[in-house]
């Protein structure tokens, strides 16, 4: 088992609340521990969003809780017609899922049965609430922040190799069917998370001017690396999708095939090595000249197998054709945008956190 960042934060902010809530001397310190649970956030500025928002639930929580107990009392009727409210409430401010439930623990904790005062029972487990509140916000601030753009590079580079790497063995006919549909479903997870980990990047703040700057043209850079890698994986789910059907058309195109994909794959990992620093930028004579890939020649050419052919399922061939010049067009687009971010960080490479 893997323990991540936020398992561990989770865990220290629950530690920090009853520690802080025996110290005050509350009675429920553990109403402290729930809402620290519910509070930790995946990053500094969602934290700081659901601060305010979860402080806010909680008041409306309180005040309901303690308006249902004054005029109706608290039998668990009463408890769950003063829910009922606050969930109404709360979901017509459009408040997320974690600090509704926040809310809902609040009105159960300050309706419940005492034989103490009231007022001084409900403002002793509100105060513990805000405790927990309190403790997932500083656990988020200060403990192990969060290093999206590293993470992200990480992900995105063992991707792109994980999708050209069995494009090389599919385009010549060698991947196991089941074994490449398993890879495609399991690499369309990692995208998934690629695209929840470029959110959280876009989220975090940056206050200084420079930084700001910086962070737009990596934001800029990382987005079309995603967009490049989705191609690339369009593409082979296209070839996973003809399967035996690549194998009827001519073997002379079908090398020519093999070669400008080849190419295609060069000029990708390229770019990613670019980044990371691993390419040098003045190059000697290669041991062996490797030239572009000349995607729009192979287009044509599959084109006019199509015009030529008589097979009944040559209809097939038509998306392979627009997924390669449209990953063609991503891979150009990102030299571009490489070349533009290098201008301005010429001795910054990115780095990758497996």
Known sequence: MKLGARMMKTGLAVAVALYTASLFGFVSPIFAAIAAVFSIQPSIYRSYQSIVEQVQANIIGALIAIAAVFTLGNDPFVVAFAIIIVIGVTMNLKMNENTITLAVVAVIALMDSTDQTFIYFAASRFTSLIIGILAAFIVNLVFVPPRYETRLFGKIEYTTNDI????????????????????????QDDIRWIDHTYLLFTEERTYSKRKRFSKSRKLVLFRQLIITTKKSLDVLKTFYRLGGKIEHIPEEFQDALVQELDKVMHAHEKLVLSLMGRVKETHKQALR???????????????????????????????????????????????????????????KHLKTEQ
């Open 289 to 347: 000249e490797i030239s572009k890939p000349d995607i729009p020649m192979i287009v044509d050419r599959l084109i006019k197998v199509y015009e030529e052919s008589n097979n009944s399922e040559k209809l097939a061939f038509l998306p392979l054709a627009s997924q390669l010049m449209e990953y063609h067009y991503q891979l150009e687009h990102l030299k571009r945008i490489l070349q533009s971010y290098q201008k301005f960080h010429h001795e």
């Open 164 to 187: 050209l790497q069995w494009l090389r063995v599919t385009i010549r006919h060698l991947s196991d069917e089941p074994a490449l549909k398993y890879e495609i479903n399991r690499i």
